[in-house]
Every structure is written in C-alpha cells, then in structure tokens.
C-alpha cells in the first residue's frame, strides 16, 4: 500500500485540476472549515485553542491540517506575540482578508436558512458579525461616518468596524498598506465605541434575514441605539455608550 493511501482522508490536499479562477480558488478554500477558519481570523489574531473552542465540531487533526494549508497557500501566517504574553497565534495575510466578500456572498445566500435554528446548532455571538458587517457598512460609507459598533444580543457581545477605510473597503480594492492583522470586527466588547446596539438574537437573525429592517426594528423598540446612530443608518441618538 503506497503512502498516499495510508493518509488520512481529511489530510490529502486535492486540486480539481481545471484551468478555472473559481476551480482555483476551491483547490484553495474548498476544503471542509477553510472557510470558517477565515470568519474566526477576520476577528484578528487568534490562538490555536480559541480556534478550536469556537469551531465546535472540528477535530484537533482537521484544525491543524487547515491552518498548515493555509499557511502554505499564503492566506495565514502563524507568529508569537511579544512578551509578556509571548503566545503563538495564526492571523490571516491581506490575501486571506480578500476572502470577507466573500464570506459576505455566502452569508447573504445562506441568511435563508436560519429562519430555524435547529436543537443541534451551535451559536457564537460572533458568527452575526459577517452578515451584519453587510447590512451596516454601506450606511456608515454613504455617511461617511467610521467607528467601532458594539452589538449586545442574548448570546454575548461583539464589535465592528465600520466607516470609509475600513477593513471590508479596504479588501475590496486590494489594498495592501494595512497590517496583515487588521480586524474587520471583534470578539466581545469594543474599547471605545462609537455606537451601541441591543437587540435579542431572534431580532439579529430577523436583520440578517432580512425579515426585519434596521429602521424597523429602532422603530418598534426591538433594537435599542445608543451613540451615533448615524453610523449605522439609524438617525443620531443621543446617550452615552458603556
């Protein structure tokens, strides 16, 4: 039996052999979790055990497999931060954050399929922050207001960052003078934001989904605004954000 038949399957790396862009770009990231190893370091750099913790399901084996590939195709790099923590963490290259469009695409063709969350489904707050970074950046861009959006729901809080120059504008015209590390949202809450949103998760999967309206939801007191709400395309409201 040859070695390459002794591989695990998950381990062998497989190319579609087509003289094709999108063929190209699967031989890449159409592995099973490629993808959602991405949607966790567009949040910034990341240890190996956060991975591992907030993509429930994966194997330890699959998880290092992804990562190495990564690093080898050029869309993650791995480094140690500096003292006094002095930890590994993966983040991802400026070629690997020109995937958050297309993360964005998947999430807008995919928000359908949350209508019902299924007994076995896992949730991060997080996870909102792809498809919510597609509702709110054109808002923020037309008004050419930027700043950090904190989003408080029942599964816990996360940030993003919105505003001309942000990371998502930043990736759709290639632009390569931002840090390999910049964030285009964030885990927990933001250090200063500019805006406040608080809504239960039911009213953020009504946004994604598109059952609800931003302006509908302020209106009807699902989503309580604080700070600029112009930022997000909620008009100005005034009050302090925690």
């Known amino acids: 039996m040859s070695r390459l038949r002794r591989m695990p399957r998950e381990t062998r790396r497989r190319s579609y052999d087509q003289y094709c862009a999108a063929a190209r770009a699967l031989d890449t990231v159409g592995d099973r979790w490629t993808l959602l190893v991405v949607r966790e370091l567009l949040a910034g750099p990341r240890r190996y055990s956060d991975l591992h913790a907030d993509l ?3 194997s330890t084996d699959v998880l290092a497999s ?5 690093e080898q195709s050029g869309l993650a790099l791995r480094r140690r931060l500096a003292r006094p923590s002095s930890v590994q963490v993966y983040e991802l290259t400026p070629r690997g954050r020109a995937l958050l469009p297309v993360l964005d695409a998947l999430a807008a063709w995919g928000a359908p399929d949350l209508a019902g969350r299924r007994p076995t489904d896992a949730v991060r ?3 909102f922050a792809v498809p919510l970074l597609g509702l709110l950046a054109p808002a923020a861009a037309s008004a050419g207001r930027r700043g950090a959006v904190e989003v408080r729901i029942d599964e816990g809080v996360f940030h993003l960052l919105l505003g001309p120059g942000d990371p998502e504008q930043a990736v759709a015209v290639g632009h390569e003078g931002a840090p390999a590390s910049a964030p285009a949202y964030g885990d927990g809450p933001a250090p200063a934001p500019a805006a406040v949103l608080t ?9 994604v989904t598109g ?9 009807s007191g699902r989503i309580a605004v604080e700070g600029d709400g112009g930022l997000v395309g909620a008009g100005d409201h005034r009050g302090a954000c925690a």
């Not at 809504?199 to 946004?207: K, M, P, V």
């Open 56 to 58: 429930p399901g994966v």
């Open 66 to 70: 992804r990562l190495k590939e990564m």
């Open 125 to 127: 707050a997080h996870w």
């Open 199 to 207: 809504l239960t998760t039911d009213t953020c999967t009504a946004l």
């Open 211 to 219: 059952a609800l309206t931003l302006a509908e939801g302020v209106r």
